[in-house]
């Protein structure tokens, strides 16, 4: 069994516990990220702490260890657990208080982080192509919970999740409230059109690590690319779509509500996309063992 790191200690799995007063277990209080490491590094660690403390800062949450030590932490966690490519959850909650909503009655967040073994999310779907499924639920209202807070409240993206599931779907693919594409259920999606690579913003959906490595690699490929706001016409009338994300990597996407996308297999953009971003994970990455 691994270590989890709580609150500064290393416990086994099995012994890993929050109080059930905690807020984050209460109501969700709290954020969190998923990291990748990839033989021996983590990739993009700086970037994904940067991202943490935002969603920390938005909802006014402040964490009691600075980015350098959190990042300690992690590569400590991962030592300890001898791992070298993994998973790793860093989550800060709001803390232990009383049954009420009010963070002020939390006077110390919690701090875990958790890292496992990690393989492929999709197994052999990366060559095949996944099926996805837009969904009835609407993605989170940016003046209601602005999906760029990376958050412990994540019913949105699991009743998105039970819906795709229904409906035979590899993954759910979220509108917004106005009807414009927003991102699947764990991952940002864009779409290839005429030789062009397409995107919705990030004000209706999380601003990906992924996402913005992936944009990377687009631009230094020179390929043609846009962030705007799109609908089901463009989607279903796409030559290839993908999605991108910590867990998923770059996955391509050949069926949506049952309509072929391009020629229903992954396409040209998008396999040449899924080589380079396993390049870039090769070479980059903060070493967890000196």
């Known amino acids: 069994m691994g270590l989890v790191y ?3 200690e290393f416990v086994p799995q099995e012994e890993a ?7 984050g277990f209460l109501y969700g209080d709290g954020v969190f990220e998923g990291i990748r490491a990839y033989n021996g590094k983590v990739f993009r660690l700086d970037e994904h702490i940067d991202r943490l403390y935002d969603s920390a800062k938005v909802i006014d949450l402040e964490i009691p260890v600075s ?14 657990n001898n791992l070298r490519d993994a998973y790793i959850r860093p989550i800060v909650t709001r803390g232990i208080g009383d049954l009420g909503l009010d963070p002020r009655m939390c006077p110390k967040p919690t701090i875990i982080v958790i890292t496992i073994e990690w393989g492929k999310l999709y197994g052999d779907l990366y060559e095949k192509g996944l099926r996805a499924v837009t969904v009835c639920i609407r993605r ?5 919970l602005p999906p760029s807070i990376k958050s412990m409240n994540y019913l949105n993206n699991i009743l998105a999740k039970i819906e795709a599931n229904a409906k035979g779907g590899d993954e759910a693919i979220f509108l917004d409230t106005n009807g414009y594409l927003s991102e699947g259920s764990g ?3 864009f779409l290839v059109k005429n030789g062009e690579i397409f995107t919705p913003p990030t004000l209706n959906n999380l601003r990906g690590i992924t996402r913005a490595a992936t944009i990377e690699l687009i631009n230094e490929l020179g390929i043609p690319f846009k962030e705007m706001n799109l609908g089901l016409f463009d989607l279903y009338s796409a030559d290839e779509v993908f999605v991108t994300g910590t867990a998923a990597e770059i ?3 050949v069926i949506i509500d049952g309509r072929e996308i391009g020629d229903g297999k992954p396409g040209k953009i998008t ?3 899924m080589q380079k971003f396993r ?12």
């Open 6 to 8: 709580i609150d500064g």
């Open 17 to 23: 516990r929050v109080s059930v007063f905690d807020h």
């Open 67 to 80: 980015k350098e030590e959190f990042k300690n932490i992690i590569l400590e966690t991962l030592r300890k």
């Open 140 to 144: 989170n209202a940016i003046d209601c």
């Open 187 to 189: 991952d940002n999606i």
């Open 251 to 253: 996955a391509p996407i």
């Open 271 to 273: 396999r040449m996309l």
């Open 279 to 290: 390049e870039l994970t090769e070479r980059e990455g903060t070493p967890i063992y000196d």
